[in-house]
């Protein structure tokens, strides 16, 4: 049996329940088979992949937090420490209900890959809750948020591990976790990415995983001698990922046309209004219904009634920038009958290994998420630089280094793919770059 298959076998045996964290390291460890294939003695050897896919350290810890009628509330906490090989652990946390191990442990193994693809040194880490942040007042927030703060502070550091944001947890709530650091540390460091810009925030962060997504996908149509300008484009999810991906992609010239969030979704033939979407899910952190209700170009569909989503809606381009497998087979076969030619994951493994396939098989132009989604942790690190010179850099100068940034990945995901005979199979080259830098400093280190 080949060193890969063994691995994948163990995988499957010692996480029998995680599925995500197996279909993360499935994807991941079969497009490395060449790579592995080419040096298997020596990585068998010394373990590589065994130790690649344990993480180094994983905490699981109890919340409690008083609601507003006066009730105990409790919730678990987790971080997964999963790679340090290239630098402190880095990675965001998701507070939402389906939250439990096997995603937090799916997402830190994609974290490795994607840091190392930023080419800046940081590790692959990150944590979270089962918490739900909806319907809750500002006052439960902030106690959810210092409760899990005072146990996750004897974790991190600025230069250990560095949290940051994802599904659930935007500026709101990194404030009120970095009060609470600093006030049990009594340290004022860069532990957490995305603060605000009075308190050591990078310009240009909120901005960073859309506006990254877009810069990726530009590069993607150029090198094809093609352009985004005049295409219509379909976005799911309506939070921070997806508010600035519809930014971006009308600057570039696209239309979106959908966007959505759990309940239902939006089509909107004139383009969405990033104003009003700003206003109804950053301001009022109200629902999708609010936005058809102000816009008569806009037909709001219901996902439970209607048992339909914005996959069906004819587009050039598709941005997934939501959640984990919200893009099925059958979502994939209807884009491609559509006439979408192009596929940029901004969420973090939004399709499924079956669409995956069916895209590649069809020619459309893929891009996963660890390399079109990096933008985010890239610029995170850039608010790491920031806070290690007590320095602010302006908008533009953050904007062009992320967007140098995303030319960059394109290319070096390109060119492993064509290096390893996969040209066009940009998941391979991003696995494969991603792995590359990892793998050689894992061995440079020792066996630890
Ligand atoms: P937000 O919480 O800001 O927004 C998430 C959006 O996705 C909301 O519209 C939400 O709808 C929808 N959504 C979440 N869970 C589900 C679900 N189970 N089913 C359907 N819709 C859902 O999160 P982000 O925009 O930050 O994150 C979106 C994706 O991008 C995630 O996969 C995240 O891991 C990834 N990502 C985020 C980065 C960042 O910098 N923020 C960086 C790189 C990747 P609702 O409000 O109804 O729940
Ligand atoms: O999935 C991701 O890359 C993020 N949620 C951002 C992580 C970060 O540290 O900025």
């Known amino acids: 049996m080949s060193y890969v298959d063994e691995v994948l076998d163990l995988v499957k045996k010692q996480n029998a329940s995680e599925p995500e964290f197996i279909q993360a390291a499935t994807e991941v460890l079969d497009s490395l088979r060449p790579v592995i294939d080419a040096n298997e003695e020596v990585y068998r050897k010394d373990a590589l992949l065994e130790r690649l896919v344990n993480p180094e350290r994983q905490f699981k810890f109890r919340v409690p937090w008083v609601d507003d009628k006066g009730q105990v509330q409790v919730n678990t906490g987790y971080r997964v420490q999963f790679n340090s090989a290239i630098g402190p652990y880095k990675g965001g946390l998701r507070f939402h209900p389906s939250v439990n191990l096997g995603i937090i442990k799916f997402l830190g ?56 944001g994802d599904i659930g947890v935007g500026g709101r709530e990194i404030g009120y976790m970095f009060g609470q650091y600093k006030r049990i540390r009594g340290l004022y460091e860069g532990v957490l990415t995305g603060k605000g810009l009075t308190y050591g925030g990078s310009l240009a962060r909120t901005e960073a995983t859309g506006y990254g997504l877009l810069y990726i996908t530009e590069e993607l149509f150029k090198c094809h001698d093609n352009t985004l300008e005049g295409k219509t484009a379909v976005v799911s999810g309506a939070g921070n990922v997806a508010i600035y991906a519809i930014q971006k992609a009308h600057q570039l010239g696209a239309k979106v046309v959908t966007c959505s969030d759990s309940t239902g979704w939006i089509y909107d033939p004139e383009g969405i209004d990033v104003e009003l979407l700003k206003e109804i899910k950053e301001v009022k952190r109200a629902r999708l219904t609010e936005y058809a209700a102000a ?59 079956e669409a995956t396939e069916y895209f590649q098989a069809n020619g459309v132009w893929f891009i996963g998420g660890k390399a079109s989604n990096a933008g985010g942790v890239a610029t995170s690190a850039l608010e790491m630089s920031q806070n290690s010179e007590r320095l602010s850099w302006s908008f533009e100068e953050v904007d062009a280094k992320l967007k140098d940034i995303m030319v960059n990945i394109y290319h070096n995901i390109d060119d492993a793919a064509k290096r390893y005979g996969m040209e066009g199979n940009y998941v391979a080259g991003a696995n494969i770059a991603g792995f590359e830098k990892v793998a050689e400093a894992m061995q440079a280190q020792g066996i630890c």
């Open 109 to 164: 193994f994609e974290q490795i890959f994607k840091n190392s693809l930023t080419s800046l040194p940081i590790g692959g880490g990150k944590g979270g809750s089962d918490f739900d942040p909806k319907g809750k007042s500002d006052r439960e927030v902030m106690a959810f948020c210092q409760s899990f703060m005072t146990e996750l502070c004897k974790y991190i550091g600025a230069d250990t591990d560095v949290p940051a």
């Open 295 to 353: 816009r008569p170009s806009a037909e709001y569909h219901d996902k439970a009634t209607e048992g339909t989503n914005q996959w069906i809606i004819p587009c050039d381009v598709a941005l997934p920038c939501a959640t984990q497998n919200e893009l099925n087979l059958e979502d994939a076969k209807t884009l491609v009958a559509n006439g979408c030619i192009a596929v940029c994951e901004g969420a973090n493994m939004p399709s499924t290994i």
